[in-house]
Each structure stands twice: as structure tokens, then as C-alpha cells.
């Protein structure tokens, strides 16, 4: 994807393709600090504050790559 987003591709496919990069650079993020409260949930058998804030994050970024895909599958033959 970083390859065809970088080359000739225009317009809606490029800006879809770029839309899916960054997204899915959020949800590298958003897993590891998920996955990071759930670490602590598990060692301490209490929820970390952020716990809800990192699970609905992650769900709302999900919700972008599909969105993106989906933008994607429209622009190719």
C-alpha cells in the first residue's frame, strides 16, 4: 500500500490508500496501549482508568481502516 500511495495513483484511491496508511499507524498505537491495560487488568485484577478510553479508541480506528477499505475496493476495477 505505501508503494502505491507513493506512485502514480490519484485521486480517490490515493487519498483512500493514505487514509488506510494512517489509520492503521493509529491502530499499532491504540493496540499496544490497550494491550497495555489489559496487562495491568490481568497483574492487578483492576481495571486501569483508561481501560474503556483505549478499548472504544481502538474500535472507533477499526472502524476507519474498514471505512478506508472499503474506499479502496470502490476505485479498483
Known amino acids: 500500500a505505501r508503494h502505491v500511495a507513493n506512485s502514480a495513483a490519484t485521486g480517490p484511491l490515493r487519498e483512500a490508500l493514505q487514509d488506510l496508511l494512517h489509520a492503521t499507524t493509529q491502530l499499532q498505537r491504540a493496540?499496544?496501549?490497550f494491550n497495555?491495560?489489559?496487562?495491568?487488568?490481568n497483574a492487578t485484577g483492576q481495571s486501569p482508568g483508561n481501560l474503556i478510553q483505549y478499548?472504544?479508541?481502538?474500535?472507533?480506528?477499526i472502524h476507519?481502516?474498514?471505512e478506508s477499505v472499503t474506499s479502496v475496493r470502490q476505485c479498483l476495477p
Open 55 to 61: 478499548a472504544r479508541y481502538t474500535a472507533n480506528v
Open 36 to 41: 497495555q491495560c489489559v496487562a495491568a487488568l
Open 64 to 66: 476507519r481502516v474498514d
Open 31 to 33: 493496540g499496544t496501549n
